[in-house]
């Protein structure tokens, strides 16, 4: 899997846009974007993932650079229920899914 | 679907005892993770399993873990015997191609 790079923590403000960055500089021809997060005392929750292409979902949109060296994940409109811990990984999509989580952004909304 | 489905949520024993986690994959995923997650190492893998068969266990720290899937809806893992140190949330999660789907976890605590 692919290094890759978040700020530790974040503030957003109740309503606004979310925006996390990931720097993944290393990143491999056929290794995917992808993005959990963790609600405390949750275990993780999937919200999204890319290759190339920017994509979006009922939870987030993810913009990944054109170089595929960077990417970042938008909460259009945060609600208190998305603080939680980000974690974007960077692996091919092979070994069924297997992932190694770094320490991700803490988001935290705040009214 | 009811999800990853872990027990217990919670377990307190003392040192020296065996412990043993379960977990019940979603029904028709056919890769099963085990992770631990603890404040200072964060979020590890430990072992996974595809098809029934484990596949990579280069991260159970040692031979007082070991971990079975005698069939496709049922897992353990066990720690035998339990020491302070293996205290933490240990989390279960199971694979629809590339994405994870996390259970709730067992908070461990060995006193």
């Known amino acids: 899997d692919a290094k890759t790079t978040q700020p530790p923590s974040m503030d957003c403000a109740e309503g606004r846009a979310a925006n996390l960055p990931c720097n993944h500089s290393t990143i491999s021809g056929n290794e995917y974007v992808y993005w959990y997060r963790q609600i405390h005392s949750q275990g993780p929750q999937y919200i999204i993932h890319?290759?190339?292409n920017n994509e979006t979902n009922e939870m987030a949109s993810l913009i990944i650079t054109e170089d595929r060296k960077s990417s970042t994940l938008i909460l259009p409109h945060a609600t208190l229920r998305d603080t939680a811990v980000y974690y974007c990984?960077?692996?091919?999509?092979?070994?069924?899914?297997?992932?190694?989580f770094g320490d991700g952004t803490t988001l935290t909304v705040k009214p | 679907d009811a999800g990853v489905i872990q027990s217990p949520r919670h377990e307190v024993t003392e040192m020296g005892q065996e412990v043993t986690l379960r977990c019940k994959p979603i029904s028709g995923h056919n890769s099963l993770f085990w992770y631990r997650q603890t404040m200072m190492r964060g979020l590890e893998l430990l072992i996974y399993f595809n098809n029934n068969v484990p596949i990579d266990d280069s991260g159970m720290p040692e031979d007082r873990f070991s971990a079975k899937m005698p069939n496709a809806s049922f897992s353990t893992l066990k720690i035998q015997p339990s020491e302070p140190r293996d205290s933490a949330v240990y989390f279960c999660?199971?694979?629809?191609?590339?994405?994870?789907?996390f259970g709730a976890g067992t908070r461990l605590s060995v006193l």
């Open positions: 999660a199971s694979t629809r191609g590339n994405i994870q789907y």
């Open positions: 990984i960077v692996r091919a999509n092979t070994n069924a899914g297997k992932s190694t």
């Open positions: 890319g290759l190339k």
